[in-house]
T-cell receptor
Framework: DSGVTQTPKHLITATGQRVTLRCSPR?????VYWYQQSLDQGLQFLIQ???????AKGNILERFSAQQFPDLHSELNLSSLELGDSALYFC??????????????FGSGTRLTVV | EDKVVQSPLSLVVHEGDTVTLNCSYE??????LLWYKQEKKAPTFLFML????IEKKSGRLSSILDKKELFSILNITATQTGDSAVYLC??????????FGTGTRLQVFP
């Protein structure tokens, strides 16, 4: 167990629907990162939060949004889902706003299937 | 645009073989290069490299970075079936955002 908790583990939903993915970072970590991993692509950075504030944004679609709450857990909201949104969504956390010698700690991911 | 390219895409070997995985990168404001192993789900951290020419070693795995030629290699000696996984290379640039390559899938057969 890495200490980063993601729920749910699997999600199957229909096109056009909206889902929320949840992430609890490792105890003491202030930064949360969201990544998308599709079959034909590597891990794609979506967004980072540090201590409740958005810190960096990657290739995140306008249909997607995220936030980090005062207790530091984070939620990734995906709306108007399309078949192409089917992927593994990973959350990762780190202590501060800079990586230390061990990089991120990843959660076990949420597998989203859009049918 | 920042990018990380890994080769080969896939590798099939027998137990006991030695393998070399490659990672080249083009990023602005390079800070560090990381290697991860991904078996079923979450990538697990292997190495973080920041300086050229200094080999990092952990058991049968080792890695080195060349900041002049912009690449890194990951070596695995005396491979075992448990080494079968996708190996991911990532570069930290600008902020602490990691840019990942698409990975090298290693399959080790007995």
């Amino acid at each position: 167990d890495s200490g980063v908790t993601q729920t749910p583990k699997h999600l199957i939903t229909a096109t056009g629907q909206r889902v929320t993915l949840r992430c609890s970072p490792r105890s003491g970590d202030l930064s949360v990162y969201w990544y998308q991993q599709s079959l034909d692509q590597g891990l794609q950075f979506l967004i980072q939060y540090y201590n409740g504030e958005e810190r960096a944004k990657g290739n995140i679609l306008e249909r997607f949004s995220a936030q980090q709450f005062p207790d530091l857990h984070s939620e990734l909201n995906l709306s108007s889902l399309e078949l192409g949104d089917s992927a593994l969504y990973f959350c990762a956390s780190s202590v501060g706003s800079r990586l230390l010698g061990y990089g991120y700690t990843f959660g076990s991911g949420t597998r989203l299937t859009v049918v | 645009e920042d990018k990380v390219v890994q080769s080969p895409l896939s590798l099939v070997v027998h137990e006991g073989d030695t393998v070399t995985l490659n990672c080249s990168y083009e990023v602005t404001n390079f800070r560090s290069l990381l290697w991860y192993k991904q078996e079923k789900k979450a990538p697990t951290f292997l190495f973080m490299l920041t300086s050229s020419g200094i080999e990092k070693k952990s058991g049968r795995l080792s890695s080195i970075l060349d900041k002049k030629e912009l690449f890194s290699i990951l070596n695995i000696t005396a491979t075992q079936t448990g080494d079968s996984a996708v190996y991911l290379c990532a570069v930290e640039a600008v902020t602490d955002k990691l840019i990942f390559g698409t990975g090298t899938r290693l399959q080790v057969f007995p």
